[in-house]
């Protein structure tokens, strides 16, 4: 069997273990770590932390956050739609560019490599609705807790290069970007992005690869986007298409999705939902601990070190400051850098814990606009429960 037509079949058998990881109606949720990881494994990936079957919802476990790269098959997905194409032909496949160009182009993965100077970026993709489990109250949506991020290195062409090719014709303004898989329900609107050109600049890329391998099936073989800095929804995965028009379209994935209040003085409360949307764009400043976990035993008198990773939009990361009396005080960690402003910062931070019993370590970054994580109790609620950054908090015993 080849390795693309064995996923459906492991596809389906893995739904057999959802009973025991998604929540039903009533049931009260776990606390963020007390999530469990699968037993069983989707294809190229380790067992995760699942949410669904179909489609695919997997959540990286907390200690992916001690590495400045995720690997591919602990990698988290997200799909909108169930029906996702398996099995797709490298040499015929091609994508298409049409609507206002002066071209229509149909371009193979080969002569993308072939034909355009090859870039690449090490960027974050995090879902906007990473860490939603982590509003009160809670709002719809997957309960995430905060695996629904990773880093990683991205290998392609700069869209602005494929755009040039095809020429724009004059009064383009909007672009669109279509994935492959369909919705189990005809009626329902294919998973299609819509950004504005006056957004997009050199750094936005059409990826073949993920560190230094094909894209995974389940992270958007054989091609997506990729937006540096941008929350991830809009980086399309399976990209098929991309359509240049003059006006926007009214698209079920982009007004009803993914936005957040639009004025910073109209606060979003259950009862009192703010009139004006906008899209979320530009992430903000994070940091999550990988090491220690919460739960876990430290001994007393030891050196424990805590470890790891923050990022932001794209300023790059300035400092991550640890504290471990509840953020009365807060001490600098020591940062490891080089992969870019889009990517993980990783950090450390050596504490000997010299009293017995609880103790908690808090992390919180700081960009060069020196914009801060806010503690958990400040961060304003929204309907979608997106942008969640709140200080991250890890409690352990020492013993
Ligand atoms: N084709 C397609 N692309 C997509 C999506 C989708 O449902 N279909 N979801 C988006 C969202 S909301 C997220 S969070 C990321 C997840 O990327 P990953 O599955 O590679 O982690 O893919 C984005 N691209
Ligand atoms: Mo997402």
Redesign the pocket.
């Known amino acids: 069997m080849k390795r693309r037509d064995f996923l459906k079949t492991s596809i389906a058998a893995s739904a057999a273990v959802l009973g025991s990881t998604s929540l039903s109606a009533g049931e009260t949720r776990q606390p963020i770590d007390n999530r469990k990881v699968a037993k069983m494994a989707f294809p190229e990936k380790r067992p995760m932390i699942t949410y669904s079957d179909r489609?695919p919802l997997l959540e990286s476990p907390r200690s992916t956050f001690t590495r400045g790269i995720t690997e591919n098959d602990e990698?988290?997905?997200?799909?909108?739609?169930p029906d996702i194409p398996t099995h797709i032909d490298l040499d015929s496949f091609s994508i298409k560019i049409n609507g206002m160009v002066k071209k229509e182009l149909e371009i193979t993965v080969k002569e993308l490599k072939n034909d355009f100077e090859q870039v690449e970026v090490t960027a974050v993709?995090q879902?906007?609705g990473n860490s939603r489990s982590a509003f009160t109250p809670i709002p719809g949506g997957i309960q995430w807790g905060s695996g629904?991020m990773?880093c990683a290195k991205w290998k392609g062409v700069r869209l602005s290069d494929i755009l040039e090719r095809a020429g724009l014709q004059k009064g383009a303004h909007w672009i669109g970007f279509n994935?492959?898989?369909k919705a189990a329900y005809y009626k329902t609107p294919n998973?299609v992005r819509e950004l504005e050109l006056t957004e997009l600049d050199d750094h936005v890329i059409v990826a073949y690869q993920m560190n230094d391998e094909d894209l995974p099936y389940?992270?958007?073989f054989p091609l997506?986007l990729i937006i540096p800095g941008y929350y991830?929804?809009?980086?399309?995965?399976?990209?098929s298409n991309i359509t240049v028009t003059d006006k926007y379209k009214s698209l079920f994935f982009m007004d009803k999705a993914?936005r957040v209040p639009d004025n910073a003085t109209e606060s979003e409360e259950p009862n009192h939902l703010a009139k004006v949307t906008k899209p979320i764009t530009h992430m903000n400043v994070k940091s999550l601990i990988g090491y220690p976990e919460n739960g876990m035993q430290v001994y007393h008198n030891s050196h424990v070190v805590v470890r790891g990773v923050a990022f932001d939009g794209g300023h790059g990361i300035d400092k991550v400051m640890v504290s471990v009396d509840g953020g009365k005080n807060w001490d600098r960690a020591e940062l490891k850098q080089g992969n870019g402003r889009y990517a993980y910062t990783e950090f450390r931070y050596a504490f000997k814990p010299t009293q017995y019993g609880k103790l908690t370590f808090m992390a919180k970054a700081v960009n060069y606009l020196g914009d801060e994580q806010p503690f958990a109790k400040d961060i304003k609620w929204n309907r979608g429960g997106y942008k969640y950054n709140g200080i991250d908090e890890v409690t352990v015993e020492v013993v």
Not at 75 to 81: D, E, N, S
Not at 232 to 239: G, I
């Open positions: 489609p990698f988290f997905v997200r799909w909108h739609l993709v879902c906007g629904a990773g994935g492959m898989e998973f389940l992270n958007g997506r991830s929804d809009s980086w399309v995965k399976m990209l993914y």
